[in-house]
């Protein structure tokens, strides 16, 4: 089993900046996928970000040249760097975490969810 917690949600301002922090713990292996997915009240999840081991990375279209994904493979974190925020990315964030990189940014399906953290931005 793998527990991820995440951290670092909360209330933003339009074109404001918030960062997610996610922390792996468990039976952890360094090459897995490590990704972040939202869901929006009334809507689907979706995949915001994806990395793998060795940093390569994946991006919704949504998510290109706005928002950062970064892991540290020693501290067993991923982390969403956030900017040009706006209202429509309020949503519940996700970190999430799977055996194959590939599940996460090709199927966006993954083995492990952390509980969620709320992202709202106001106009």
Request: hydrophobic fraction near 35%; aromatic fraction near 10%.
């Amino acid at each position: 089993q793998v527990q991820l917690e995440e951290s670092g949600g909360g209330l933003a301002q339009a074109g404001g900046s918030l960062t997610l922090s996610c922390a792996a713990s468990g039976r952890f292996f360094g090459g897995v996928g490590m990704g972040w997915f939202r869901q929006a009240p009334e809507k689907e999840r979706e995949l915001v970000a994806a990395i793998n081991a060795g940093g390569t990375t994946h991006y919704a279209d949504f998510a290109k040249g706005r928002f950062t994904i970064s892991r540290d493979n020693t501290k067993r974190t991923v982390a969403l760097q956030m900017n040009s925020l706006k209202p429509e990315d309020t949503a519940v964030y996700y970190c999430a975490v799977a055996a194959l990189y590939s599940n996460l940014a090709v199927r966006g399906q993954a083995d492990y969810w952390g509980q969620g953290t709320q992202v709202t931005v106001s106009s």
